[in-house]
């Protein structure tokens, strides 16, 4: 018998145990075919039901009216940073972008090598502990840029803001966590690997009304519109992730769909948070307003304890609490497929700690 690993990884992230057995089985025998799901023509009618179910699921997931296109692609959330200002950023335009954290540094570098780029806010500041507020985004933007969730810091968007602008948002770590109205947006983007599926799958869920208007000359690869028209298949599609995905959604939807899990995930954010504000040994990192509900930072009142719960961590089997190597100290990633035994099991860990070490 194997032992139990909590599994806290902040990316590529804990998924669900029965969708790693079917999609073990899928490489050898897939859809009974006896023919395994990487060894078979991407244009077949098996894989073209799975992308296309793939595709429904997200849609009704996120709500979505009949303008928006949901496609599939590689190259990771990073490459939806350059790909964003390419196809919606005109020549003579300008965009906006909140920077709440490395991932959205790393998207504001990208889009100013490609046009006029306003920082509206930041909480570099206060080394991006909170999200900020109360600010005005200008009218004449041709899109306004969020990161929902921070898994790096440890914040989380808790209200999106009312405009007109167009608003285009980087959801890769908090997707499908809880009820979103995907209409409220005109692009949502997410890497598959944080709480959807695996690496190499990213999600693009855009509104067809918005594109085709930079006046740039478009690089095929990087053309939303292409890949629309080519239905994801272009050129060929990251399969298994892919395929990955449709299962963690199916599994998602079985257990209750968004509104059962994002219940699950207030669960289990409260029981870790409440403990971080109550054990004397341990302090949480963001404001409380703004805490994520599925990347949890904390830090010890005393770092120099941190050897010692490392290893009652190893001992109880908890892996990936480390955090960032930007931000030290621990982050628990509470994703949709953790189940809230591991939340439970970690605050034990923290309890016995301040027993021991208190
Ligand atoms: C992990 C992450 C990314 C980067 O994803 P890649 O697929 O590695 O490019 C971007 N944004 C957010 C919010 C992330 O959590």
């Not at 690089?219 to 298994?240: A, C, E, R």
């Not at 995930?265 to 004397?280: G, H, M, T, V």
Request: charge should be neutral; aromatic fraction near 8%.
């Amino acid at each position: 018998m194997t032992t139990k690993v909590h599994n806290f990884s902040a990316g590529p992230g804990i998924l669900p145990q029965e969708v790693l057995k079917q999609a073990a089985n899928a490489c050898i025998n897939f859809d009974n075919l006896n023919l395994s799901l990487l060894e078979i023509s991407h244009r077949s009618k098996n894989f073209e039901a799975v992308i296309n179910n793939t595709r429904n699921m997200v849609k009704n997931l996120l709500h979505l009216d009949d303008d928006f296109e949901v496609i599939f692609l590689g190259g990771g959330a990073s490459m939806q940073f350059a790909m964003v200002p390419y196809n919606l950023l005109s020549t003579t335009g300008k965009a906006g972008y909140l920077n709440t954290g490395v991932w959205a540094s790393k998207a504001i570098k990208e889009v100013k090598l490609l046009g006029n780029t306003v920082v509206v806010a930041s909480s570099e500041d206060r080394k991006f502990n909170y999200i900020p507020k109360n600010y005005e985004i200008p009218n004449d933007l041709d899109y306004f840029h969020l990161t929902s969730n921070n898994t790096i810091y440890g914040t989380q968007i808790k209200t999106f803001p009312k405009t007109s602008v167009p608003l285009v948002c980087d959801m890769s770590s908090d997707i499908f966590s809880r009820e979103v109205n995907g209409n409220d947006f005109s692009l949502i983007y997410a890497g598959a690997q944080k709480n959807m599926g695996p690496a190499g799958a990213t999600m693009v869920a855009v509104r067809k009304s918005i594109l085709g208007k930079t006046e740039r000359k478009m690089l095929s690869m990087l053309d939303y519109l292409v890949h629309i028209k080519g239905q994801s298949m272009y050129n060929t599609p990251p399969v298994f992730p892919i395929y990955v995905t449709m299962l963690t959604l199916e599994w998602l939807i079985k257990n209750g769909g968004i509104a059962h899990i994002e219940k699950m995930n207030n669960q289990k954010a409260a029981l870790l948070y409440s403990e971080i504000d109550r054990n004397p040994l341990f302090k949480g990192t963001c404001a409380v307003e703004d805490r994520s509900l599925m990347n949890v930072t904390f830090v010890l009142e005393n770092p120099e304890k941190e050897i010692i719960f490392d290893k009652l961590a190893k001992d109880a089997n908890l892996s990936g609490i480390r955090g960032h190597r930007d931000v030290g100290g621990y982050r628990a990633s509470l994703y949709n497929a953790l189940p809230i035994e591991s939340v439970k099991t970690l605050v034990e860990v923290m309890q016995h700690f301040e027993k021991t070490n208190g």
